[in-house]
């Protein structure tokens, strides 16, 4: 019997990034693909695109081991909306107004603020290198990597920054962020061979240099209203390219966030609301045929 079957989660969101978190904390169990594909079954399940599974603390200090997983069943090492969820949902059970939680990626700082509805996590350092984001072939300069769709003397979308946030990120740039049909190109270049574990293709048009408009087709989950990491990758991607400060707001179809590139130390910091839709269990029939 999964662990999962009549467990209690809450559904929530964050800008719209639709995220189910479960509080595995006091259980040895591990979710597997096919309990977390069967958590998003249309038959019963409850839709998401980031299910966060809390699991017991692996490292004195922290919360909890957060697993990530995309609706597809894959895992991921980041997810900056679900984070904030987590966070909320830990913060207004507890009182706390901070908090360290591991994940796949590292350890990432939590915390209530600036205002009393927003919620800000330290994603920690953004990756440039190659072999970190992961690609399939050097590219020395990772501002601009050759990889375009479309005619190669007319390409629709071409030459994009690729950056990793403890999750792969690829990012063009462009005028109008609604002009493409990204449910076409975004499967495509999710799964393009220069990315050989994927990755979150994001578009993004530099308004000025304090604003930015994206909108992503997310690595395992398809398009999305939000992706916090995307708009942390825009951000550092933006900033090193020189178009663009390190504090800035990005827009996304669901809302606003606010990034910050931190100087001293290179942590990116992410800011923005959380909010909660429902709470329930899981109806044990979706996991009666799953390992
Ligand atoms: N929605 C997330 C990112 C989710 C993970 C992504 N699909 C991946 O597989 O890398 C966010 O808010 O960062």
């Known amino acids: 019997m999964s662990a999962l079957a009549n467990h209690a989660f809450a559904k929530m969101n964050g800008i719209g990034n639709e995220i189910v978190v479960v509080d595995l904390r006091d259980s040895k169990a591990q979710v597997s693909a096919d309990e977390a594909r069967a958590v998003a079954s249309p038959a019963g399940g409850v839709p998401y695109d980031q299910l966060m599974v809390l699991q017991p603390p692996r490292l004195d200090g922290t919360e909890a081991f957060i697993s990530i997983y995309n609706n597809d069943g894959s895992e991921a090492g980041a997810c900056g909306n679900g984070m904030r969820c987590v966070v909320r949902r830990i913060f207004e059970k507890t009182g706390q107004t901070s908090a360290t939680f591991q994940t796949r990626a590292g350890l990432l700082n939590c915390w209530q603020g600036p205002a009393p509805d927003l919620y800000t996590v330290d994603m920690d350092a953004p990756k440039f290198g190659w072999q970190d984001i992961p690609l399939a072939e ?154």
């Open 138 to 291: 050097e590219f020395r300069d990772t501002r601009y990597i050759e990889l375009q769709v479309g005619p190669i003397d007319n390409p629709v979308l071409h030459s994009p920054s690729v950056v990793s946030m403890g999750n792969p990120h690829a990012v063009f740039w462009v005028d109008d962020v609604n002009a493409y049909d990204l449910e076409r190109f975004g499967p495509l270049l999710e799964n393009h061979p220069i990315f050989p574990e994927r990755a979150n293709i994001t578009l993004a048009h530099i308004v000025d240099r304090d604003h930015i408009t994206i909108r992503t087709w997310e690595r395992g989950a398809g398009l999305t209203r939000a992706c916090g990491s995307a708009a942390c990758a825009t951000a550092v991607a933006a900033a090193r390219l020189k178009r663009a400060n390190r504090i800035v707001e990005i827009t996304l179809p669901g809302g606003k966030l606010g990034i910050e590139w931190r100087e001293r130390d290179d942590h990116v910091l992410m800011t923005g609301t959380a909010d909660f839709e429902y709470e329930g269990r899981f109806d044990p029939a979706l996991f009666a045929n799953v390992a």
